[in-house]
């Protein structure tokens, strides 16, 4: 079959692609076979379509992203308080959205559903209403985060997990398969479980993200008063400051826990030994 070019924007379009004449096309883009492309949305150069994914209204897609079969971004919130106010979907640069990921647009007008630069959406997933996701963050196959969940950057969700509605995932956080996540995960933590408990510190994550390893070290330290001392989150978050050097990965965690209004996942209660 014969794709259609345009020499202007350098466009492969498909000639069964089905592209509004309201939406804003970069250059070097490649839609494919019976793609939708709707109203007032804006396609970044050297972006890809592929065959049969639909681009709703109101969506920003950054340049160099793949959008793989299937793919629906953009819809309706599926959200009862949804009345069709205007609201919409922004994707950063060089972000890929695998086959039939599901990405809702936001409940609430001018509201926004947020994913950053250099993620990887593996298939199946689904980004729900009003969710912020940050930069090179990983959801695994058909990992499902509900409405107004947070996941900070660099944070890597295994497959199968489910994250219940306004929970924050904390950056370069690992979580493991299948879990469910029902309160906040803090950065640099790995967690597992059905609910999710804290299983230690992401320290693979943190070595690669080139975090040294005094600030490691620091980490260390914090993971071990907040989860191994007894101590309630605030008492916890006013020792670290008071003990623990100053880091900018410190910081980071202190200020989580302080905003951390769903509760944070805790360590799994030791099983208790037979008589």
Do not use: W
Not at 71 to 93: F, H, L, R, W
């Amino acid at each position: 079959m014969q794709s259609f070019f345009s020499k202007a924007k350098r466009l492969k379009i498909h000639k069964t692609a089905v592209i509004s004449s309201r939406c804003q096309l970069g250059s070097n883009i490649e839609v494919g076979p019976y793609a939708v492309i709707s109203d007032n949305t804006i396609i970044g150069s050297n972006t890809v379509i592929g065959a049969h994914a639909v681009i709703g209204q109101s969506t920003a897609i950054g340049e160099s992203c793949q959008i793989y079969p299937y793919a629906s971004v953009g819809s309706n919130p599926q959200d009862k308080k949804y009345c069709g106010e205007e609201s919409y979907v922004t994707i950063g640069d060089h972000t890929q959205i695998r086959e039939f990921v599901t990405i809702n647009r936001a409940t609430g007008e001018g509201e926004e559903t947020r994913i950053g630069s250099d993620c990887l959406l593996l298939a199946y997933s689904h980004v729900a209403h009003n969710c912020v996701v940050g930069n090179e963050v990983v959801l695994s196959n058909a990992v499902m985060l509900a409405g107004h969940v947070q996941v900070e950057g660099g944070a890597i969700i295994g497959g199968l997990t489910g994250v219940h509605q306004f929970v924050k995932i904390g950056r370069k956080s690992m979580i493991g398969g299948a879990s469910k996540v029902v309160q906040d995960v803090p950065p640099y933590i790995t967690a597992a479980g059905n609910p999710a408990y804290a299983a230690g510190l992401n320290l693979i994550g943190m070595l690669r993200a080139g975090i040294d390893e005094n600030s490691r070290q620091t980490i260390k330290k914090a993971y071990k008063i907040l989860y191994l001392s007894g101590l309630g989150l605030e008492q916890a978050v006013i020792v670290m400051r008071q003990q623990l050097p100053k880091c900018d990965e410190l910081e980071q965690f202190m200020n989580f826990l302080k905003q951390a209004d769903r509760g944070i996942c805790r360590v799994k209660a030791k099983a208790k030994r037979s008589c």
